[in-house]
């Protein structure tokens, strides 16, 4: 017998109509639920099914989700917009799932990629929001992805045995590699000032973090540049390094994990990673 269903359901964000999947739980009072903001350019089932994976593994521990396509994305009505420009269907989409399940009293906004960049951007966030699950933060410029490059391709690239056995048997083109590394290093050194400060995207994201009262929790897979990226402004930044340092502020580091979970062993541990997070913060029906 499932232990959760599931419920189209269609509502509307500036006059047009955006269209999500509610997972409700066959369990009595659950006040917790989450909302799934999903990273473009994808819709609300996720690469691989990840988020419809994920919400069922929720539902059936108790947490009913929610997850929603964007205007002009899936099945969406509207232009396709960037994830600097969706608050609007966010905010729509929290009054959907509350509408839909009343007896919701909490929710959590779990986001990928841009999606967790686009949650952090959020100016209007309700009071029945309580916290955000931030997986994989989308913070790339060309500083901080060369930085990227320098400390987690080239530096690691010397360890590898291929790379060595390519220079022993006269296969390593020395000049196209050291020309691609100096480029990679003198773009990460000479746009450290600009980059610290992150952009104005980077920046709004600084300010939604600083703001939000919340606890948050950040996932970050081992196997992904994106998730270097963000975890490098802890260096490139004293600001977010002073922010990312709060007690509010959990991490959890999922080795063996891609960007998206491709794996059914890193969405089981990323879910799980999500689940004791929310059960040590707000608890979950028994």
Same mark, same amino acid.
């Given at each position: 017998m499932s232990t959760w269903n599931e419920t189209p359901v %269609?509502?509307? $964000?500036?006059?047009?109509?955006l269209v999500g999947i509610v997972h409700r739980t066959v369990r009595e009072g659950s006040e917790v639920g989450v909302?799934?903001? #999903?990273?473009?350019? !994808?819709?609300?089932?996720?690469?691989?099914? !990840?988020?419809?994976?994920?919400?069922?593994?929720?539902?059936? /521990?108790?947490?009913? %989700?929610?997850?929603? =396509?964007?205007?002009?994305?899936? =099945?969406?009505?509207?232009?396709p917009r960037s994830?600097?420009? #969706?608050? @609007? =269907?966010?905010?729509?989409?929290?009054? &959907?799932? +509350?509408s839909q399940?009343?007896?919701?009293?909490?929710? %959590?906004?779990?986001?990928? /990629?841009?999606?967790?960049?686009?949650?952090?951007? $959020?100016?209007? %966030?309700p009071s029945v929001v309580v916290g955000y699950v931030l997986v994989n933060p989308w913070?790339?410029?060309?500083?901080?992805? &060369? +930085?990227?490059?320098?400390?987690?391709?080239?530096?690691?690239?010397?360890?590898q045995r291929d790379f060595w056995r390519k220079v022993f048997a006269g296969e390593w083109n020395l000049r196209q590699s050291v020309g691609q590394f100096a480029t990679a290093l003198t773009t990460a050194i000479t746009r450290r000032s600009a980059s610290a400060n992150g952009g104005t995207f980077i920046d709004r994201?600084?300010?939604?973090?600083?703001?939000?009262?919340?606890? #948050?929790?950040?996932?970050?897979?081992?196997? =992904?540049?994106?998730?270097r990226e963000f975890a490098a402004?802890?260096?490139?930044?004293?600001?977010w390094n002073r922010a990312l340092a709060s007690e509010r502020v959990s991490w959890v580091d999922l080795? @063996?994990? @891609?960007?998206?979970?491709?794996?059914?062993?890193?969405?089981?541990?990323?879910?799980?990673?999500?689940?004791?997070w929310i059960e040590s913060h707000f608890g979950v029906p028994a």
């Amino acid at each position: 017998m499932s232990t959760w269903n599931e419920t189209p359901v %269609v509502f509307e $964000c500036r006059g047009e109509r955006l269209v999500g999947i509610v997972h409700r739980t066959v369990r009595e009072g659950s006040e917790v639920g989450v909302l799934v903001v #999903v990273g473009g350019p !994808q819709y609300r089932v996720g690469s691989h099914r !990840q988020f419809t994976l994920m919400a069922r593994a929720l539902a059936t /521990c108790g947490i009913p %989700v929610m997850r929603f =396509d964007y205007r002009g994305m899936g =099945d969406s009505e509207g232009e396709p917009r960037s994830f600097e420009s #969706v608050e @609007d =269907d966010i905010l729509a989409a929290i009054e &959907a799932f +509350r509408s839909q399940v009343p007896e919701l009293r909490r929710l %959590v906004l779990w986001g990928l /990629c841009d999606a967790a960049s686009a949650i952090l951007m $959020c100016t209007k %966030v309700p009071s029945v929001v309580v916290g955000y699950v931030l997986v994989n933060p989308w913070v790339r410029t060309p500083a901080s992805e &060369a +930085r990227a490059y320098v400390r987690h391709y080239y530096l690691r690239r010397l360890l590898q045995r291929d790379f060595w056995r390519k220079v022993f048997a006269g296969e390593w083109n020395l000049r196209q590699s050291v020309g691609q590394f100096a480029t990679a290093l003198t773009t990460a050194i000479t746009r450290r000032s600009a980059s610290a400060n992150g952009g104005t995207f980077i920046d709004r994201m600084l300010r939604g973090l600083h703001s939000f009262r919340g606890p #948050v929790l950040v996932l970050l897979s081992g196997r =992904d540049l994106t998730a270097r990226e963000f975890a490098a402004l802890r260096g490139a930044s004293p600001e977010w390094n002073r922010a990312l340092a709060s007690e509010r502020v959990s991490w959890v580091d999922l080795e @063996d994990a @891609d960007h998206t979970f491709s794996s059914r062993s890193s969405l089981e541990e990323g879910t799980q990673a999500t689940l004791r997070w929310i059960e040590s913060h707000f608890g979950v029906p028994a």
